[in-house]
């Protein structure tokens, strides 16, 4: 290690509790902390959510108008305290074939036993898109246990802005008494992506339906009547009609069936291929971990897990059956790439970390849903870095989850990760609790006594909102932080002397940013410069991206920032070049459609050709694949900085591999970490005739991970024509599966020919897009983002105002993220008239001369 200083444990400590206040790891916090804090109280085991769940077409039955203001308990969202769910026997027949109407169809009946907790004449229970049954001119039948009279029926309705289906008595039902309530319904098994809805694919020439499930948050109301909300557990009865050569699945064994305990369902090619052996080999290690971290042994008798062609999330911790995507479970290592291998790793470990924390224990409502998610984001990594010790998992969580939930964190539209429960209500408030902050703001463990109580120190981390930075001067020692932000004019309304460099932070365990006085800017670049492997390299990468947001938020200039990319002709190293090449992207966001753009390039071009060529070095002219987990990361990231910005063979070699692939479509000899840049770089280089042979590819790919790389290749043409055609596909199920709609119009977003062509087209057809594809769902927030990313113009943020007024009530899910993308873009035009001429100068005086 060469001269420089790191910073003490005990100077870091120091830093770590005056930024944060919470230094010790969210996994043991979260616990105690949940355990001391009444609202966060823990609900405890009984069984978990039924995998089945339907989706239904709305009823015609109508009740008692509901006024403005919610005076009655029907016109609330929350389901009052009067009673408690005991056991649900639940049967339901989903048809895979279309009816008379040429709709597929479920039917169903259940009966929720249920406890009277406090004296009641009114009984609330979700129903939504249910057509019930009436019996006697009432929507169901109630009936006492243990030897209870049950009152009769007053009255029952639907109210469909608060989902609930309304019973009133005509006398109370009495405390501590047990009752049973019936009810019989039919639904449309949709391919809406929730509740209990409808999923296909062609095998062999022939199409094949799949009924399946998406629950979370509030879709188990959509497959029967039932108290849903994540407090309310019952134990689950299942009973599933199916068709003869038909598999059902539930969350524990199948009544008279015994399989061996991990087991991988998919298509049947699928699985026949060896595309779930990945899977099936992790699974059994990684919940070997968990137990012996845990220290509670796996709490069900089997475990499930299925990749489904149609599904909406990454994957669902179904207790026993957890569903996925096909991208997250199956692994091909002909076709897969190593970042493919990575999150199905990730993934399989996130879910099976909530089947004890989240299932076995749960939240008692969304406002705590960063206890579930956050932890179970860090814990992943855990169990993927015990799955796989060669990958260096723990470090990437930096990379990965950190350094990107700061810029969401820094903005003053973001949140706390915790709210009050009376601030979370409707179904659109808690879908959008489904973001960057409660999944990936986590912190590591700091090895220090912790000065304050577990609540106190708790409180500030998950009820403020933001991060501080922390300030050192190295000539004084003065430490001091405040909030950080992005925007420094937003308005939010929720030790010794040094000669020599210094880094905090070391590995960035706490999650702050870190500025120093400028003398000490200087001796961390000059050091950078001369002998750059001194500084550790994930202090390297946070070098680079605190200065970024630091330049961003006005603390320090920004040709600082851009001087920390100075060192990276020497870097060969992930973590650094990655760092760089985020930040460095809103420069092109910024900036590609102006005269910065040439002298960046040439910039970026100098940079990364030592790095292209060290990789045609090290991979004996591109005919082998990296050792290290993260180089094979860092080979990709340098082709594509390569080719993006004309470094010289580079698109000679990715249009020949796409070539040779065009003249023998059936040998695909294109490395699969590579095809991805591979397939974008040729097709943006060539025309109709490339687009077209990958459309071709891509609607005959049977590997999902591979019809997801060209998916979004695709959008790189830069033929406008093709990118228009590309957009009216994505509105068509049988081209672009709903599921991928929204990611597909993003990736043409990002592309500068396609965003205008985006937000033209999604503003066109936004009460088709809302209605038809999910207003609820958690990718509506994410298309707002994407498609907005690049506006930094008074005539872009205009158009977003006025896209906010022509949509009102119309927003769903992406409400915040529109507020967002406000704050963004005005953040945007300012930076951009502050900094436009300065960076246009630095990378003139940078770039090569020629």
């Known amino acids: 290690m060469g001269k420089g200083l790191f910073l003490s444990k005990v100077v870091a400590a120091a830093c770590v509790v005056a930024a944060i206040g919470a230094a010790a790891t969210i996994i043991a916090l979260s616990v105690v902390y949940a355990q001391e804090k009444s609202k966060n109280e823990m609900t405890p085991q009984s069984t978990a959510n039924p995998t089945i769940s339907p989706t239904i077409s709305p009823t015609t039955t109508t009740g008692p108008t509901t006024p403005s203001t919610p005076k009655e308990p029907w016109q609330r969202y929350r389901l009052p305290k009067s009673l408690a769910p005991v056991s649900y026997n639940v049967t339901l027949w989903p048809r895979l074939e279309r009816n008379a109407d040429n709709l597929f169809v479920f039917t169903g009946h259940s009966t929720v036993v249920f406890r009277c907790v406090t004296e009641t004449d009114l009984l609330l229970i979700h129903s939504n898109k249910l057509n019930l049954t009436s019996f006697d001119g009432y929507l169901v039948k109630l009936r006492g246990l243990n030897g209870e009279a049950a009152p ?114 998919a298509r049947k090619k699928a699985i026949e291929e060896g595309q779930g052996a990945y899977a099936l080999e992790k699974t059994g290690s990684i919940l070997a971990f968990f137990e012996n971290y845990y220290n509670s042994s796996y709490p069900l008798t089997k475990s499930d897990q299925i990749a489904l062609p149609d599904f909406s999330a990454g994957a669902m911790e179904n207790w026993g059956l957890i569903t996925y995507r096909e991208t997250a479970l199956l692994y091909n290592p002909a076709v897969s790439s190593n970042g493919d291998k990575e999150w199905v790793a990730t993934v399989i470990s996130h879910e099976l970390a909530h089947m004890w924390f989240g299932n076995l224990v749960t939240t008692r409502w969304w406002n705590d849903l960063w206890l579930n998610e956050g932890f179970a984001t860090y814990v992943s990594y855990l169990g993927a870095d ?67 109580s577990i609540e106190v120190i708790m409180n500030r981390w998950i009820l403020q909102m933001g991060f501080p930075v922390v300030t050192i001067n190295t000539q004084t020692g003065e430490i001091n932080q405040k909030h950080f932000l992005l925007d420094p004019e937003s308005v939010v309304d929720r030790p010794s002397e040094f000669n020599d460099w210094l880094v905090a932070n070391i590995d960035t365990k706490g999650f702050y940013r870190v500025n120093y006085d400028s003398d000490n800017w200087e001796r961390l670049l000059a050091k950078l410069s001369s002998r750059h492997v001194d500084i550790p390299v994930i202090n390297r990468a946070q070098l680079i991206d605190d200065a970024f947001n630091l330049a961003r938020a006005k603390m320090v200039d920004t040709t600082l920032a851009l001087r920390t990319t100075k060192f990276l002709d020497k870097e060969v190293e992930y973590m650094p070049w990655e760092t760089a090449r985020r930040n460095l992207n809103y420069f092109y966001l910024m900036f590609d459609r102006s005269e910065v753009y040439g002298p960046m390039q040439a910039y970026v071009n100098k940079q990364v050709t030592p790095l292209f060529n060290h990789f045609q070095n090290i991979t004996g002219n591109w005919t082998n694949i990296p050792e290290n987990h993260t180089d094979q990361y860092n080979q990709v990231n340098a082709i594509s900085m390569a080719c993006s910005t004309g470094v010289k063979g580079c698109e000679q070699l990715t249009t020949g591999w796409f070539k040779e692939w065009q003249d023998n479509p059936h040998i ?6 590579l095809r991805y840049t591979v397939y974008c770089s040729a097709i943006a280089a060539g025309g109709v005739k490339e687009w077209d042979f990958a459309w071709s590819m891509f609607k005959n790919a049977t590997i999902a991970t591979e019809a997801d790389k060209l998916m979004s290749a695709l959008s790189c043409t830069k033929q406008p024509w093709l990118l228009n055609r590309y957009l009216d596909y994505c509105l068509m199920p049988g081209n672009i599966r709903k599921q991928d ?26 009460d088709y897009i809302f209605n038809n594809y999910g207003g609820g769902s958690f990718s509506f927030g994410g298309l707002i983002s994407g498609l907005t990313r690049r506006f930094s113009s008074e005539f872009e943020y205009q158009q977003l105002l006025q896209f906010k007024e022509d949509n ?43």
């Open 808 to 850: 009102a009530g119309q927003l769903g899910s992406a409400t915040t993220s529109l507020e967002q993308a406000l704050e963004r873009t005005k953040a945007n035009m300012k930076w951009v008239a502050v900094n436009k001429q300065q960076v246009f100068d630095w990378f003139k005086s940078e770039a090569p001369t020629n």
């Open 741 to 766: 709609a929204t990611s597909t119009i993003i990736s043409i977003a990002g592309n500068p020919i396609g965003q205008p062509l985006a937000w033209a087209f999604v503003r066109a057809k936004w």
């Open 152 to 265: 009769g029926l007053k009255a029952t309705w639907l109210v469909k802005p608060t989902q609930y289906l309304v019973v009133q008595l005509h006398s109370p039902l009495q405390a501590g008494s047990t009752y049973e309530l019936f009810t019989e319904f039919v639904g449309e098994l949709a391919d809406d992506l929730g509740g209990f809805y409808r999923s296909e694919y062609v095998e062999d020439g022939v199409t094949k339906v799949v009924a399946t499930t998406q629950m979370q948050p509030t879709d188990a109301r959509k497959a029967f009547p039932c108290f849903d909300e994540p407090a309310m557990k019952a134990v689950f009865h299942m009973t599933l009609i199916h068709p003869h050569g038909t598999v059902a699945l539930s969350n524990s064994m199948n009544y008279g069936k015994f399989f061996s305990h991990i087991r991988i369902w």
């Open 386 to 452: 015990f799955a796989e010790p060669k990958w260096n998992m723990k470090d990437l969580i930096v990379q990965n989850e950190i350094i990107g939930v700061m810029s969401v964190d820094a903005l003053a539209s973001s949140h706390p990760l915790s709210s009050k429960e009376e601030d979370v209500l409707t179904p659109e408030h808690i879908s959008e609790l489904f973001d960057s902050i409660t999944y990936s703001k986590a912190v590591e463990k700091a090895d220090i006594t912790l000065p304050h």
């Open 668 to 673: 695909n000899k294109i490395s699969p970490n």
